[in-house]
């Protein structure tokens, strides 16, 4: 996946729906960044099969378990399917995010391919939240063939998904960066 910040320029739009300020609806002009987009989202929000991996790169449930598995215990993963997710920053100014605030959110396809983001100030029935630092953090679902990795959740057994975690994304990654304190040397 790239790092560029596809979410933004001419082609693409972000507005509320009906002046419902708890749906954003993402639309694009342009067919080559609807692309990027359903890539971006598919392996956390919904389900997209390519048939080309060198042209349409996404992950499997596994990858997408085993990188943020890896990352969490601090070990190496395979960085060929980091996730974008930039558009993150559009939806906190949109909703006025405020360091403290955890926005709870679920993002859907409507039937004109546009990504629809409906927002949840209660974020217990979402699996996708804006963590109270600004953190893209998920419930991932745990696949069957890694259920044996993780203690039961939920009350289920085998586990079905995990806690909150920080998603493995450029987003988050540039988030850090930028809250990290500048030392002098």
């Not at 082609?11 to 639309?27: A, G, P, Q």
């Not at 930039?86 to 993002?107: C, H, L, R, S, Y």
């Not at 993780?150 to 540039?174: A, K």
């Not at 809250?179 to 002098?184: D, G």
Request: proline fraction near 4%.
């Amino acid at each position: 996946m790239t790092s560029a910040n596809f979410y933004e320029g001419d082609s693409v739009t972000y507005e509320f729906v009906d002046d419902n300020t708890d749906v954003v609806r993402i639309t694009t002009t342009s067919e080559d960044i609807r692309q990027l987009f359903l890539r971006d989202f598919s392996p956390m929000c919904f389900i997209v099969c390519y048939e080309n991996d060198q042209e349409n790169p996404s992950m499997t449930a596994e990858e997408l378990h085993d990188i943020h598995y890896k990352a969490k215990k601090g070990l190496n993963y395979n960085p060929n399917h980091i996730l974008n997710h930039q558009w993150i920053d559009k939806i906190k100014q949109m909703t006025n995010w405020q360091p403290g605030k955890e926005v709870g959110f679920q993002a859907l396809l409507d039937d004109d391919n546009n990504i629809v983001i409906a927002l949840y100030d209660d974020i217990v029935s979402c699996h996708t939240k804006i963590d109270e630092d600004g953190f893209l953090c998920h419930t991932m679902k745990i696949p069957t063939s890694r259920s044996h990795l993780h203690d039961t959740i939920f009350h289920t057994s085998p586990p079905i998904f995990t806690e909150y975690q920080r998603v493995v994304c450029w987003y988050n990654s540039n988030l850090e960066e930028e809250s990290r304190p500048y030392v002098f040397k």
